[in-house]
């Protein structure tokens, strides 16, 4: 099982950015799917949750309004659009499959800086 994350990078407050994860190794399309992030120094939370046909998410309250998780289950892949991003978003953004507890992969860095 295996989680390939892309699509950080620095971003000015305010702006946008599209993660990618890439899923391989199981059966995708039978497995809701969450985003979550690490800051320096805090504990790993979770960001958004999407179901197994997409048709239920969940946020957290720090990015309702912001962030849209999305899934394609015949290209194995989440997305996470992020908008109107704040100072406090930078962090490693990692995806994993609700319900294993499987390795982590390597997480896509996304940097808010002025």
């Known amino acids: 099982v295996q989680f390939r994350e892309s699509g950080g990078g620095l971003v000015q407050p305010g702006g946008s950015l599209r993660l990618s994860c890439v899923a391989s190794?199981?059966?995708?399309?039978?497995?809701?799917m969450r985003w979550y992030r690490q800051a320096p120094g805090k504990e790993r939370e979770v960001v958004a949750t999407?179901?197994?046909?997409?048709?239920?998410?969940w946020y957290a309250d720090s990015v309702k309004g912001r962030f849209t998780i999305s899934r394609d289950n015949a290209k194995n892949t989440v997305y996470l659009q992020m908008n109107s991003l704040k100072l406090e978003d930078t962090a490693v953004y990692f995806c994993?499959?609700?319900?294993?507890?499987?390795?982590w992969g390597q997480g896509t860095q996304v940097t808010v800086s002025s």
């Open positions: 994993k499959r609700i319900g294993f507890d499987d390795y």
């Open positions: 190794g199981f059966t995708f399309s039978n497995f809701g």
């Open positions: 999407i179901t197994i046909s997409g048709g239920s998410t």
